[in-house]
């Protein structure tokens, strides 16, 4: 059972425009929602997280926008960048369950010239 | 610098043969976590530490065994009775152990079964 659907597979963005990719979830003991970001040949390394205490955060060009009663969340990455191009990964966990993340299938975005 | 590292990159066994896929971290971490990752699925958990000599099955552990002798070593052992076992293994590690937080990465290990 897949507990973080994530959407869509692949993105094309030009540069200077908004990627958007958006992640489910379905366990409401959830309360902890990082992205993550891969590029080619590395490790996954965190980009940013929320928690459901609040509907969005922002880091710089990047934002988490998330709905708790939809059990939703997304990220926005304003001004895109072809350094931006990497493969995005949602994630969720909840308090106390021992960091265990749940990932999404990952979203690979390019941003092109 | 700090880290975490797999190794090896890529592995080939044979079936029947059992292969320990090694992960080493110096970042001080308590907690580390091996997963699974197959075409089109998310990272599966497979087992964790959260301190040494001690650790969890996750959602898929059968055919996998682990330790935890030392604080910065978590190798994973896939054994013959894994029935899948050609996949791509990411081992992460944690210095919130218990709590949410960052976790990191090694680039992972590729093993083929022929």
């Known amino acids: 059972q897949q507990q973080v659907k994530q959407s869509p597979q692949s993105l094309i963005v030009q540069k200077g425009g908004i990627s958007i990719i958006n992640c489910a979830y379905e366990n409401t003991a959830f309360d902890y929602f990082p992205w993550y970001q891969q590029f080619p040949g590395k490790g996954r390394a965190l980009l940013i997280a929320i928690r459901p205490d609040v509907s969005e955060k922002k880091e710089g060009r990047f934002t988490i926008s998330f709905n708790k009663s939809a059990k939703q969340f997304s990220l926005h990455i304003m001004d895109s960048q072809p350094g931006d191009s990497a493969t995005y990964f949602c994630?969720?966990?909840?308090?106390?369950?021992?960091?265990?993340?749940?990932f999404g299938t990952g979203t690979q975005l390019k941003v092109e010239l | 610098d700090g880290g975490i590292t797999q190794s090896p990159k890529y592995l080939f066994r044979k079936e029947g043969q059992n292969v320990t896929l090694s992960c080493e971290q110096n970042?001080?971490?308590?907690?580390m976590y091996w997963y699974r990752q197959d075409p089109g699925q998310g990272l599966r958990l497979i087992y964790y530490?959260?301190?040494?000599?001690?650790?969890q099955k996750g959602d898929i552990a059968e055919g996998y065994s682990v330790s935890r002798e030392k604080k910065e070593s978590f190798p994973l052992t896939v054994t013959s009775a894994q029935k899948n076992p050609t996949a791509f293994y990411l081992c992460a590690s944690s210095g919130l152990a218990g709590n949410t937080g960052e976790l990191f990465f090694g680039e992972g290990s590729r093993l083929t079964v022929l």
């Open positions: 970042l001080n971490h308590d907690a």
């Open positions: 530490s959260q301190i040494v000599n001690d650790f």
């Open positions: 994630a969720a966990t909840y308090t106390g369950g021992g960091n265990k993340l749940t």
